[in-house]
């Protein structure tokens, strides 16, 4: 249930959190509705049925099975009904209080007698519009996607790239073009014409970028690990397909190779797995909001992370706790397509490959983030840490009676793929140990003959001997 008694009596008595709500058991279904409503529309929220805040003193429910009765009269009276987890009985000094518990995130909008309601602190009201417009298009309600803007004919669509794409779908012979899109979402019938929406003009428009300017993939290659002067920078536009093709060419350009050991043969690879930067290029732009129109898709190699950030938060129910299970799509037409044309699996957002990518790869874990409104996603270049103690080194004979700990064998394996190793990059493979833990650890390297010491002071870097 996640509240508990003593966390009730706290709350009642120090004053009630904006998500916390209490009412009598003789609340109408019509006022308990709209909060639970405000609260669906909001950030959801807890109610207690059957609490009276009188010195706190806690009076409990008479008859449970009315106050179930009640709340789902409530329920029903949304629009569309609500569908809460069932309220639970819970006991405060011996008192019974109903617990309604209203998730964050649902995938609606929804009304009270035709009217929109939000929450502000303990209040509810109204839903301003150009709040209520953004909500409609988080929650998929109203899709950017599927609208028609004004001016727009089939004349700004490019034929080349529909007939590629209505071939590769091994339609019966003689598919109207035309009837294809209209079933895809690409295009609708406004004022008795056929006319392009948002989505088939990002799909397959001659240049989309006259209709959605910010629909463009920033690229950037820094020399170092944070922004600088020098910089290789690169404005991807086109269609959909287009920018995923130029940016993948982009990071093909701009990433760095390593030494890796792949079975008993040393070969070059590149810095992080093509397969999940394309995958995160693929998702950005196949689940950005293309409502906001003050930002772009960002694509960042610095010299230790690859970043990729995509305007607008996580869609619908989707949470970061639940980022790799859940599946609610922003932009069901366009992930629509680009399945169609091989570049997404319609069952989710692939992220879920890139975190077993890296682990294949021996390297950190992605990291996910939303902040302001983005979403982003960073890989590192950083070793995974090994899960288990090492064993003897085997590279000879003469190290089999070698112990190494396993910071020394990330160490060792660092040098085997980058060629050698500095103290700052040591102590960002173990950031929590003591960098005189670090320097000793060197030092037994070196005293048994496994690297050798370059340079001195800052310059100081060891390699294998």
């Known amino acids: ?83 809460l987890p069932l309220p639970v009985v819970q006991f ?150 287009q920018q995923i093709r130029l940016a993948e060419t982009f990071v093909r350009e701009n990433l760095p190779t390593v030494a890796r050991i792949v079975g008993l043969t040393r070969q070059e690879t590149p810095e992080y797995p093509l397969e999940a930067v394309r ?36 869609p619908g129910p989707v949470n970061l706790a639940n980022l790799l299970e859940a599946r609610f799509s922003r932009n069901p037409v366009i992930v629509q397509a680009l399945s169609d044309m091989g570049y997404i699996e319609r069952l989710g957002y692939g992220l879920d490959r890139v975190v077993n990518v890296m682990k294949e790869y021996s390297l950190r874990p992605p990291q996910f983030q939303e902040t302001a409104g983005t979403f982003r996603v960073i890989l590192s270049n950083t070793p995974q840490a090994p899960e288990l103690e090492v064993s003897p080194t085997p590279a000879s004979p003469g190290f089999n009676r070698l112990e190494l700990n396993p910071r020394q064998q990330l160490a060792l394996q660092f040098i085997a793929d980058n060629a050698r190793i500095t103290n700052s990059e040591y102590q960002e493979l173990c950031p929590d140990v003591h960098a005189e833990t670090l320097r000793r650890d060197f030092a037994d390297l070196v005293k048994q003959g496994l690297i050798m010491k370059v340079g001195s002071k800052r310059g100081t870097y060891y390699i294998l001997k």
Not at 291 to 296: Q, R
């Open 1 to 83: 249930m996640g509240v508990t008694a003593a966390q009730i009596l706290a709350l009642l008595e120090g004053g009630m959190g904006p998500d916390l709500h209490w009412f009598p058991e003789d609340v109408s279904p019509a006022t308990l509705a709209e909060t639970m409503a405000g609260m669906a529309n909001t950030e959801g929220g807890t109610i207690l049925l059957g609490v009276a805040q009188r010195s706190a003193v806690i009076q409990g429910l008479r008859d449970s099975e009315a106050a179930f009765d009640l709340v789902f009269q409530a329920a029903l009276l949304t629009d569309p009904p609500l569908v």
């Open 92 to 241: 405060v000094n011996g008192d019974a209080l109903l617990l309604i518990s209203i998730p964050a995130g649902l995938p609606h909008i929804f009304t009270v007698g035709g009217r929109y309601l939000g929450r502000e602190g303990k209040q509810t009201s109204p839903i301003p519009a150009r709040t209520l417009r953004r909500k409609l298009i988080e929650r998929g309600v109203l899709q950017v996607e599927s609208r028609v803007p004004y001016g727009v004919t089939l004349n700004d669509l490019d034929m080349r790239q529909i007939e590629a794409y209505v071939g590769s779908l091994n339609l019966p012979k003689g598919e109207n073009p035309n009837s294809l899109l209209t079933r895809r979402g690409c295009v609708q019938e406004d004022g008795g014409e056929l006319r392009p929406t948002y989505a088939g003009l990002l799909l397959f428009g001659k240049y989309p970028q006259q209709w959605l300017p910010n629909a463009i993939i920033l690229a950037a290659r820094f020399s170092g690990k944070a922004f600088s002067d020098a910089f290789i920078k690169q404005e991807i536009t086109g269609t959909l397909p």
């Open 279 to 314: 995958e995160l290029l693929v998702n950005a732009v196949a689940h950005r909001d293309y409502n906001i129109n003050g930002d772009s898709i960002h694509l960042q190699i610095f010299a230790n992370r690859l970043e990729v950030h995509s305007p607008g938060g996580l």
